[in-house]
């Protein structure tokens, strides 16, 4: 087969004075680029559309289905001073927001670095790795509802339950990753770094760890969602001001046009997370494909 430029591929690159593969190349890019963002805000729009017309059909109350202009007007409320009323229970919609961040920041931080340690000595010490697995599995399948309980009767209900449930869920799957990987680090990358006169300490940071780096990052990702997913259920008891003591509060007057906007706020506030884990990930471990 010919590898000759097309004719008109050369007419243009004569007529513009600029080659044509990189000219298409940089359409597709754009092309591309357009994909990604008008998808999902396409799929936005579908979405409240569906929205308004569920809320309008009747066939459930404002109370259960909110249409999107009243959790617009309660967004509004909860993120402004109204009727002499500072936002939701005397704080705002970001502060709200920003004090849980904060517990996720010191819980899931607390659970992800206890994870990595804990997984780099399981997936190089197979007896440790046999004595420890057993109860981190056990750990993993537990909903955060189950022990929280026994937290409070530890710990009271102040800051420490919360932080120590957080960590709790986020530390088994940054264990798991972490092991895994580690465990799977080439062979003979290892042995080779041996043959080389490196000690065990150089090995595992020189060799296992930047190959582990890749998975021990989605289980950081992973981690954060256990995590986020945990959130409501920390701050049920003493979670005010909280994003997740603003939703339980609220659901308990039947006040779901907040809890829909808590529960957005959450949701977005976690894309905004997993995008800078992603980025990180990306800048850390730039030899890992990304689409």
Sequence with gaps: MST????SDVLREEADGEPAGPRRRARGQL???????????????????????VSASGTWSETLV??????????VDVSTTHDGVRGYNGTYLVEHLGI???????????????????????????????LLEPWITFLRTLPPLAYFSLLIVWLG??????????????????????TTAVAAAPRHLREAARALGASHREVVRDVVLP???????????????VAYSSLVAAELVNGLPGIGGMVKDAANYN?????????????????????????????VVPWRGHA
Excluded: Y
């Design 4 to 7: 000759a430029p097309a004719v």
């Design 31 to 53: 092309l591309t680029w357009s994909g990604r963002l008008v998808l999902p805000f396409g799929s936005l729009l579908l979405f409240l559309l569906g929205w308004q017309a």
């Design 66 to 75: 909110p249409p999107p202009a009243k959790v617009w007007d309660a967004f």
């Design 100 to 130: 849980s961040l904060q517990r996720i920041a010191f819980g899931a931080g607390i659970g992800i670095v206890l994870g990595v340690l804990v997984g780099l000595v399981m997936g190089t010490i197979g007896w440790v790795r046999s």
């Design 157 to 178: 209900i102040n800051e420490e339950p919360k932080i120590t449930l957080l960590a709790v869920a986020a530390f088994p799957p940054v264990a798991v990753a972490t």
């Design 211 to 225: 190959s582990a780096l890749p998975e021990i990052f989605t289980g950081v990702r992973l981690a954060v969602g």
């Design 255 to 283: 006040n779901t046009p907040v809890v829909l906007v808590g529960i957005a706020a959450i949701g977005i506030s976690g894309l905004v997370i997993d995008g800078l884990l992603l980025w990180l990930e990306r800048t």
